[in-house]
């Protein structure tokens, strides 16, 4: 199962306005819904044996914006860029999101930095958080696992 | 939809120093002489000084030091930057008024002006001092349709514009400190402050904040960075015109956009050819960590390369930068 593989499940998915699709093949199960704002989540759980690491593509290609995780119902919400992690806005204020808080999909957990540039990571799934898996001012690479949310 | 004060001020300022009579303005935009006499009226309220003379007509002698959304639209020569204003007299950050703007919607290269922001801020939270008109505090929204990965080319775009912008207005040479302030002779004069919402493949939105200490005087700067920073008035000793600065640096911000995301080696090269950063022995504070080490390259994402003393190198994407030598 690669990335490109993904990218065209979700092509046929638009092509076909199909909101859900799971598919079950050589120890993965891939489910694929879409969200609410029409993004694809991707959930990807070991079938028979434990997955892979999600793909921490060289070049930026499309990459999930949540990822599997042994546990049941648990996301793994991703960088989506590289750059600096912050956990608040500023340093006086108080993290964004704290151990055991509950999240929804708009909920900003955190902030990245490249460049001076801010963005706000918002959760993409209603849960709560069960770790951060970053520290604060650490940088951090593309694909990387920053929180584990435990799915409502 | 222009309005009839933008098309009035269009005409004057194509021709300064040139009277308009009543008669010639309304043939011009197919009004009657009172209708002329109403907007010249309501111009003069917003502080244009617009002399009437007996026999000749209306001449434009002064614009007023605001940043009105019509003026800007009579002078600014680009298709779409710039070409959506707000301009207020204070807000709290341009950054949080484009911010919930791009959210409801408004187009590419909307741009929000303030004559003074109330909190303004820099990386962090750290507050940006922005008097009541004296700088340009602006915030610019693109939705440039690209992956999250190219963002900083826009930030350095926006670096580069501005060091145009000062020198075709001011004669001033301004150098770029990494990642993207600019500098002159050895303090900082703007600062750039962007604001990204992405999916995991592409923008979509960004907010460029772009700060330009313009008409400060000494005494305006707060002790604590007096030493580490200027303005265009301190540096030339002169009025700089705010409305020059602002459409001189939309314009050239146009011509890199146009051709954006292409050409990003030729923009990363017009970098580092400007860049003060380069080649000097630096030390960066990322969160609680400091790395030390000589700034030898940028790399494709504009990213300081640092190469430290074991002769390893270390890639750096964000942090407060000193340059020791």
């Known amino acids: 199962m690669n990335l490109k593989e993904i990218k065209e499940m979700i092509s046929l998915m638009d092509e076909h306005e199909i909101s859900e699709f799971q598919l079950e093949r050589d120890g993965f199960k891939v489910l694929l819904k879409k969200g609410i704002s029409g993004n694809v989540i991707v959930e990807r759980a070991p079938a028979s044996q434990p997955a892979a690491a999600p793909v921490a593509a060289a070049v930026p290609e499309t990459v999930p914006t949540a990822a599997p995780v042994a546990e049941e119902g648990v996301i793994e919400i991703l960088s989506p860029m590289v750059g600096t992690f912050y956990r608040s806005s500023s340093p006086e204020a108080d993290p964004h999101v704290q151990l055991g808080d509950s999240v929804t999909e708009d909920s900003v957990v955190c902030i990245l930095e490249a460049m001076k540039v801010m963005n706000e990571i918002k959760s993409e799934v209603k849960g709560k958080i069960t770790e951060v898996l970053v520290e604060n001012g650490e940088a951090v690479e593309y694909g990387q696992p920053l929180f584990k949310v435990k799915k409502d | ?325």
């Open chain 2, 1 to 325: 939809m222009k309005s009839i004060e933008e098309s009035i001020l269009r005409l004057f300022l194509q021709q300064p120093d040139q009277p308009f009579s009543g008669e010639s303005l309304a043939q011009s935009l197919g009004l009657s002489r009172t209708a002329i006499w109403n907007h010249i009226k309501s111009l003069r309220e917003l502080g244009y000084q617009i002399e009437a003379r007996p026999h000749v007509g209306y001449l434009l002698a002064e614009t007023p030091d605001r940043f009105i959304a019509d003026e800007i639209y009579a002078r600014l020569k680009t298709e779409v930057i710039g070409q959506n204003v707000l301009s207020f007299e204070a807000v709290d950050s341009t950054n949080d008024v484009a911010s919930s703007m791009a959210e409801e919607g408004s187009r590419e290269g909307t741009l929000i002006l303030a004559e003074t922001q109330r909190k303004g801020r820099g990386r962090l939270g750290r507050e940006w001092i922005s008097p009541k008109q004296t700088g340009l505090w602006s915030s610019l929204i693109l939705r440039p349709e690209v992956h999250p990965s190219k963002v900083a080319s826009l930030t350095l775009m926006a670096a580069l514009s501005m060091m145009k912008a000062i020198e075709k207005t001011t004669g001033l040479k301004a150098e770029i400190k990494w990642p993207n302030d600019l500098y002159l002779n050895g303090k900082k004069v703007c600062g750039i402050l962007s604001e990204m919402r992405s999916e995991p493949d592409q923008i979509r939105y960004i907010i460029l904040g772009l700060g330009v200490n313009i008409n400060l005087e000494q005494d305006e700067l707060p002790k604590e960075i007096e030493a580490s920073a200027t303005s265009l008035l301190i540096e030339t000793g002169k009025y700089v015109s705010r409305m020059d600065l602002l459409c001189h640096y939309l314009e050239a911000f146009e011509v890199y956009y146009q051709n954006f995301p292409n050409d990003l080696g030729l923009l990363l090269e017009e970098v580092k050819k400007n860049c003060l950063t380069l080649g000097k022995q630096v030390s960066v504070v990322v969160g609680d960590q400091t790395v030390t080490g000589q700034a030898v390259e940028l790399d494709e994402t504009g990213a300081l390369v640092l190469e430290k003393k074991d002769g390893t190198t270390e890639k750096i994407y964000s942090g407060d930068l000193s340059v020791c030598s």
